[in-house]
């Protein structure tokens, strides 16, 4: 089976451009999360969609968003970026059938904000 | 916040020596995770273990789990340089399924 895929994997934008991640799930998960990981605040969970619903919210801001296709694909959304949204952007794919569920994990997206 | 926390923040020794790390929760879990990154990369699924259990085992990994302390312990034995990464715990817990990552522990193996 071919693993959680992102693209793009680097990205360099300025301050106050918007961005947008992509992330296509393992073949048959229908759960995808989002985490953000700095150096200052480790890996911080986003959201997690599920058969293209929100399901779970983490604590940022509304310029982050997301949606799911009908694919289980994912993309990510970063309206009027700021320096502090340089980071390692991480996407995970699950079952999201349980609480014993495995988070199987992309490479990332490296973004920079200038 | 962090819900997990791990024990050291880095870890330096040399191949064959065991290397352990632990991580301290702070609410009561339904399980818990490990998983390893390489140097700015995807992290991988190491193990899980549910909190009716103490203790599993995945070839050189050992995890344990004391849900009275609220921590558990990942062990690597005869480590390699190939286990230089970063080490995560995660845990979910009441109501979710969604982990909540630790800082993690810099282990760097000297070959």
């Known amino acids: 089976k071919a693993g959680v895929t992102q693209t793009p994997r680097y990205l360099i934008k300025t301050r106050g451009q918007q961005v947008t991640l992509s992330c296509s799930p393992i073949?048959?998960?229908?759960?995808v999360s989002w985490y953000q990981q700095t150096p200052g605040q480790g890996l911080q969970f986003l959201f997690e969609?599920?058969?293209?619903?929100?399901?779970n919210k983490g604590n940022f801001p509304g310029r982050f968003s997301g949606r799911q296709f009908s694919n289980s694909r994912s993309e990510m959304n970063v309206s009027t970026l700021e320096l502090g949204d340089s980071a390692l952007y991480l996407c995970?794919?699950?079952?999201?059938?349980?609480?014993?569920?495995?988070?199987?994990f992309g490479p990332g997206t490296r973004l920079t904000v200038l | 916040s962090q819900q997990g926390e791990e024990d050291p923040q880095a870890l330096s020794i040399q191949e064959g020596e065991n290397a352990t790390m632990n991580c301290s929760y702070k609410t009561s879990i339904n399980n818990l995770q490990w998983y390893r990154q390489n140097s700015g990369r995807g992290l991988v699924h190491l193990i899980l273990?549910?909190?009716?259990?103490r203790e599993k085992h995945s070839g050189r990994l050992r995890v344990t789990l004391d849900t009275s302390k609220k921590s558990s312990s990942l062990l690597i034995t005869a480590s390699r340089a190939a286990d230089t990464a970063s080490y995560f715990c995660?845990?979910?817990?009441?109501?979710?399924?969604?982990?909540?990552f630790g800082r993690g522990t810099s282990l760097i193996v000297h070959p």
């Open positions: 073949s048959g998960h229908r759960s």
């Open positions: 995660a845990s979910a817990s009441g109501g979710s399924y969604i982990p909540t």
């Open positions: 969609y599920f058969s293209e619903t929100q399901r």
């Open positions: 995970a794919s699950s079952l999201g059938t349980g609480e014993a569920d495995t988070q199987y």
């Open positions: 273990i549910r909190s009716n259990e």
